[in-house]
């Protein structure tokens, strides 16, 4: 994990923004730009179906972070995600982050594993879901 000092300089030069409880942080199908690191507050994930059902993803807490795909590609939300306390989130643009990994930084090592980390664990709480809803519906 990065240390404070780190976490500090990766994001010196970033927007803040704060969230109220019930403020949508993000909306699923809206383009993606970038991605929030949770500086203080929890807020929850979840999708919706076409026919207004939701389902219910995850919930994240101070610095964990969301929306890293708009890092990888340039597609659309797929997920809400609604602070469920007063929220504070960094936002780190795909350009800045781009430009951040061209300088260089001995940072970035630390940075991509915890995102490779994080992606890996919630790839495995997916696979986890999945087997249990299939195993439900036999």
């Known amino acids: 994990d990065l240390t404070d000092e780190e976490l500090r300089h990766f994001l010196q030069d970033v927007q803040h923004e704060v969230f109220h409880l019930g403020d949508l942080l993000l ?30 993803l995850s919930v994240l807490k101070e610095g964990d972070f969301f929306g890293e795909m708009a890092l990888l590609d340039t597609g659309t939300r797929s997920a809400y ?36 980390a994080d992606l890996s664990h919630r790839l495995r709480l997916l696979g986890d879901r999945y087997v249990y809803l299939r195993n439900r519906t036999v």
């Open 81 to 116: 995600v609604e602070a469920l306390e007063p929220t504070e989130v960094a936002w780190v643009s795909a350009a800045d982050f781009h430009r951040f990994v061209a300088g260089a930084s001995p940072l970035i090592a630390k940075v991509l594993a915890r995102m490779v």
């Open 27 to 56: 909306k699923q199908g809206e383009t993606a730009h970038g991605l929030g690191i949770l500086l203080c507050g929890k807020v929850k994930v979840w999708r919706a179906e076409a026919d207004g059902k939701q389902h219910f």
